[in-house]
């Protein structure tokens, strides 16, 4: 009677076991979200990718390269750019169709020599993701823009680089811009440009939602004025949520060594990974079910409910003209 006790304990224990485990693996497989799966042609296309020598953009840049796409890293450090490249040349990467161009988003000066030197080197523009950026700085910090940090690099400095490269992408036989946004930017308490620059309304995790609902109003705003431009143009503009990502939380600074030593495997069953986290830029920049969409918010490969300002049209009307005020450039 006791063996057979044991032989039904053992049983329980491994039925339990493979419960867990097969719960486990769903729970993990939600967390991954959606991956771009779709088959689509765009061998010779020309795509640009801010903040590429690491994390999203750098997956994303890989795989834009394995798709047959001549891509243009933009970094600010040369060097890590070119550390990027190596690693993606174990993935099977093509360095013919890999170019490390240094674009420190937090400099404008900087943005408008790579525009300019650009302009030498391609004629047209098919993909640019505006990717680079930063988070949760600890405290108020400027450019040498004067502008807060956190706000330049997420959002002025691509705001800046998307009207300079303007005339590349009206040049492609179609382009399209995905501005790497976050699902905090649902967080955001305003649009005004000149609070977010004063120290006194800094916040750690206020600004960052901030500059990434900028970068969603900006996507809204840019669709109304690509389209007064020319009512054919074959240029969209939307936004996404890569997903919580791993590599967001470890470059805090307060948390780089604690989390990232104690929490590791915490970390990566819980949050996305680069790879995980580049697939709904991709499907953004990609698929063809996005063929003439521009303006919308993206997560998961699929469209999402932004912020309710996103549908506010003076304050994405008044963020732009803020914009290029703060740029000190005229519109297109």
């Known amino acids: 009677m006791e063996e057979v006790e044991e032989g039904w304990d053992s049983l329980t224990i491994a039925s339990g076991l493979v419960i867990i485990g097969f719960v486990l693996f769903m729970v993990r497989r939600f967390i991954k979200g959606a991956q771009f799966t779709e088959k689509v042609s765009v061998k010779g296309k020309v795509a640009l990718v801010t903040g590429a020598s690491s994390g999203i953009g750098r997956q994303i840049a890989k795989e834009l390269n394995l798709k ?15 550390d990027a490249v190596r690693w993606m040349v174990k993935y099977g990467c093509d360095t013919t169709r890999l170019l490390v161009r ?20 391609e004629d ?20 040498k823009d004067g502008n807060e940090k956190v706000l330049q690099s997420n959002y002025l400095g691509h705001f800046l680089l ?15 811009i995905v501005n790497v946004s976050s699902a905090l930017h649902t967080r955001a308490d305003t649009t005004d440009l000149e609070r977010m620059n004063k120290k006194q309304e800094y916040g750690v995790v206020s600004s960052y939602a901030r500059s990434k609902l900028a970068n969603v109003l900006h996507a809204v705003e840019f669709t109304k004025r690509l389209r007064r431009r020319s009512s054919g143009t ?23 060594n604690f989390v990232k030593k104690i929490f590791k495997v ?13 697939q709904t830029p991709l499907f953004c920049a990609l698929s063809k079910k ?7 918010y993206f997560a998961d490969c699929a469209e999402a409910k932004p912020h309710p300002w996103a549908s506010d049209d003076d304050k994405a009307e008044v963020l732009y003209n803020q ?8 519109p297109n």
């Open 323 to 330: 914009s290029l005020e703060f740029c000190k450039i005229q």
């Open 266 to 278: 915490f970390i990566w069953f819980f949050m996305k990974t680069d790879q995980d986290g580049a």
């Open 102 to 121: 240094q674009c420190d988003l937090d400099d404008f000066e900087n943005v408008k020599k790579f525009v300019s030197d650009f302009d030498k080197e």
């Open 162 to 176: 998307t009207e300079l490269l303007l005339p590349k992408l009206e040049a492609a036989p179609s382009a399209r």
């Open 68 to 82: 047959g796409v001549k891509v243009y890293l933009l970094v600010r450090d040369i060097g890590r750019g070119n």
């Open 124 to 143: 047209h523009v098919d993909i640019l993701i505006n990717n680079a950026g930063c988070m949760f700085i600890p405290k108020f910090t400027t450019t």
């Open 290 to 296: 996005l063929e003439g969409v521009s303006g919308k």
């Open 234 to 256: 074959k240029i969209t503009i939307n936004s996404c949520h890569p997903g919580a990502v791993d590599t967001d939380l470890v470059r805090i600074p307060i948390y780089q």
